[in-house]
C-alpha cells in the first residue's frame, strides 16, 4: 500500500525529519483533521519500508511541538486544540504562529527552495526531459535587443515616469486583435491587463476574490503552483479527476460551492486533452447557477500542432469567465510578462489591486513586445517554435512506441511542451526516476501535481530542450527502468 509521506534518499535531511516535516505540513493543510488519528508508527514504517523508530521520533517531535497527542494503548492524535482558529486568530495580535502556518502551507511540495535561482544545476542531467523554459538557439536575440535598444534613448520620456497600471495600451491592443483573431475572444483592448506573469494575476484574482474558507475548484492532476497560491488564500480545494477530455463537469460534486474555477480547457495541465465544446457550454450553465467565476488558464495555447483552437471559454460567456494567457512558453520566463482578459465589473478592482501591488508591469519590456508582435516578429516565432517542438513531440511519441510498446499509457500531444505518461500499476515513479537519473536521464514524477494522494504513478517528459536523436535515446534508456 502507498503512503501519503515519502522518504526521499537524495533529500540531505535524515529520514524521520522528512516525515515529521510531511507530517507537519499535512496537518497545517487540514488533510488530517484535529482529532484524527495519525497511521500508527508501525503501519506507516512498513508502507515507507523504514525503521519503526523512525516514525516513532518524527511523531515524538510533533508532540512536543503540540501538533499531536499520543493515547497510550490508542494511537498518535492531531491535538484537538489546533484548529483553524487557534493556530491563525482573526483580527489585531496575528503572530508568528500564523507566518509560520502560511509559510509551512507555501512549503509543501516545492521541489528546490525558492530562493535558489533556476538555473540549471552544477551537474545536470546528460538528457533532461525538462518543461516549463525556453531555448535561448530558438529565440531571435538580435531582434529583441534592437526593439529593447529603442525605448533605451535617454530622451525617451516614457521611460522617466510610472507607466499605467493596466499596462501599456500598445500591447493591451495588438494582445485584444491577437486574441480575437486565434482563440475567439471577445474583448475591448481595455479589458486586457498585463500581469507580471500568469502568477501574478491568481495572486491579485484570489485577493479580489475569496475569503478565508471559499472553495475553489480545480482539475487533478493540475496546476500545483496555482493550488498552493489558492491555499495561501486559505482557500479549500476541491480537486475533480479529469479525464482525456478534461474536466467531467457531469461529476463535479452536487454539493460543491465553488466560488472560482481553475481551469485548463485549451490543453489540460499537465494530463494533455481538450475539453469539447459540450462541457465547455455545461462548465459554464454550472457556473452561471452558482454564481462562480471561471479562470481559464491559456498557459500553451499557442503551441498546438493538431487541429483548430476552439472558442476559448472567454469567447462563449466574457462576463463569467477570465482569460488568462503568458508569453513565459512562448516567448521566456524570465521575461515575466502575462495578460488576462477580465469582465469589465472586475476591470476596475483588479487594476486597482495591480496599481498597489507593483504600480504596473515594466513599461521597457512591455513596449519591446508590442513591437515584436505587431512587426510580424511574434508570428514567425511561433511558426518556427511549431515546427521545431513539433518535430520533437513526433519523435517522442515514436521514441515511446519504438522502446515501449503499449508499456506507458500517455494522452494524445496536440498542444504543449510535455508529455504526462502513465506508468504501469503498481510502479513506484520515485524508483523509475532515481533509476533514471542514474542512467543520466532526467524525469519529472506526477505525485506533486495530483490533488489526491497516493496518486496514480506517473512522470512527465518534456520535450521542446532536447534535439530528436537524445529524445530517442532517453526514452531507450528510461525504458530499461520501467518495471
Ligand atoms: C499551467 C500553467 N499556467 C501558467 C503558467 C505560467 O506562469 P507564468 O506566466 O507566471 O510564468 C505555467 C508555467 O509553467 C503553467 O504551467
Redesign the pocket.
Known amino acids: 500500500m502507498g503512503s501519503i509521506f515519502n522518504i526521499e534518499p537524495d533529500d540531505p535531511a535524515p529520514d524521520y525529519r522528512q516525515l515529521y516535516r510531511q507530517a507537519r505540513e499535512a496537518i497545517l493543510r487540514g488533510d488530517f483533521p484535529a482529532g484524527s488519528r495519525l497511521p500508527s508508527s508501525r503501519e506507516l514504517a512498513a508502507q515507507l519500508h523504514t525503521a519503526r523508530i523512525t516514525v516513532v521520533q518524527a511523531y515524538r517531535q510533533l508532540e512536543r511541538e503540540g501538533f499531536v497527542m499520543t493515547r497510550p494503548g490508542s494511537g498518535t492524535f492531531v491535538a484537538t486544540a489546533l484548529t483553524r482558529a487557534d493556530v491563525e486568530p482573526a483580527g489585531a495580535g496575528r503572530g508568528l504562529t500564523e507566518w509560520g502556518v502560511r509559510a509551512a502551507r507555501l512549503g509543501a511540495g516545492r521541489e528546490r527552495p525558492a530562493d535558489e535561482d533556476r538555473v540549471p544545476e552544477t551537474r545536470p542531467a546528460e538528457i533532461d526531459f525538462s518543461f516549463?523554459r525556453s531555448f535561448a538557439e530558438l529565440f531571435p536575440y538580435d531582434v529583441w535587443r534592437r526593439l529593447l535598444a529603442r525605448y533605451l534613448s535617454t530622451d525617451d520620456a516614457m521611460m522617466a515616469r510610472y507607466g499605467t497600471a493596466a499596462g501599456y495600451l500598445p500591447l493591451r491592443e495588438t494582445i485584444a486583435t491577437y486574441l480575437r483573431a486565434s482563440r475567439g475572444v471577445t474583448c475591448d483592448p481595455r479589458q486586457v491587463v498585463i500581469v507580471s506573469?500568469?502568477?501574478?494575476a491568481l495572486d491579485i484574482l484570489a485577493r479580489l476574490l475569496l475569503v478565508p474558507g471559499d472553495e475553489v475548484l480545480v482539475e487533478t492532476p493540475g496546476?500545483r503552483d496555482a493550488f498552493s497560491l489558492f491555499r495561501l488564500h486559505d482557500a479549500r480545494l476541491t480537486g475533480l479527476p479529469v479525464d482525456e477530455q478534461g474536466l467531467p463537469v457531469d461529476r463535479i460534486p452536487p454539493g460543491c460551492r465553488a466560488r472560482l474555477v481553475f481551469v485548463?480547457p485549451a490543453h489540460q495541465?499537465p494530463k494533455g486533452g481538450t475539453m469539447p465544446l459540450e462541457r465547455r457550454v455545461a462548465l459554464l450553465k454550472w457556473a452561471a447557477t452558482r454564481g462562480a467565476l471561471v479562470i481559464e488558464?491559456d498557459?500553451d495555447g499557442d503551441l498546438r500542432y493538431e487541429g483548430q483552437a476552439l472558442t476559448a471559454l472567454q469567447g462563449l460567456d466574457s462576463e463569467r469567465v477570465v482569460y488568462l494567457g503568458?508569453f513565459?512558453k512562448v516567448l521566456f520566463?524570465a521575461l515575466r510578462l502575462?495578460y488576462l482578459v477580465l469582465p469589465p465589473r472586475l476591470l476596475e478592482p483588479f487594476i486597482a489591486a495591480k496599481d498597489l501591488v507593483d504600480r504596473g508591469a515594466p513599461t521597457l519590456t512591455q513596449a519591446a513586445v508590442a513591437d515584436f508582435i505587431e512587426e510580424g516578429h511574434f508570428e514567425r516565432h511561433l511558426r518556427q517554435l511549431r515546427r521545431v517542438y513539433g518535430r520533437r513531440r513526433t519523435a517522442l511519441v515514436e521514441a515511446l512506441e519504438r522502446h515501449m510498446p503499449g508499456l506507458l499509457a500517455y494522452s494524445p500531444v496536440a498542444a504543449g511542451l510535455h508529455v504526462m505518461t502513465a506508468l504501469p500499476p503498481g510502479s513506484e515513479e520515485g524508483r523509475v526516476v532515481r533509476a533514471a537519473a542514474e542512467r543520466g536521464v532526467r524525469v519529472y514524477p506526477g505525485a506533486p501535481f495530483y490533488l489526491e494522494q497516493p496518486s496514480p504513478p506517473a512522470i512527465l517528459l518534456g520535450f521542446s530542450g532536447l534535439d530528436e536523436d537524445n529524445i530517442d535515446e532517453g526514452v531507450r534508456r528510461l525504458a530499461e527502468v520501467i518495471p
Open positions: 516549463g506573469g500568469a502568477q501574478q496546476y485548463t495541465f488558464d498557459y503568458t513565459s520566463p502575462g
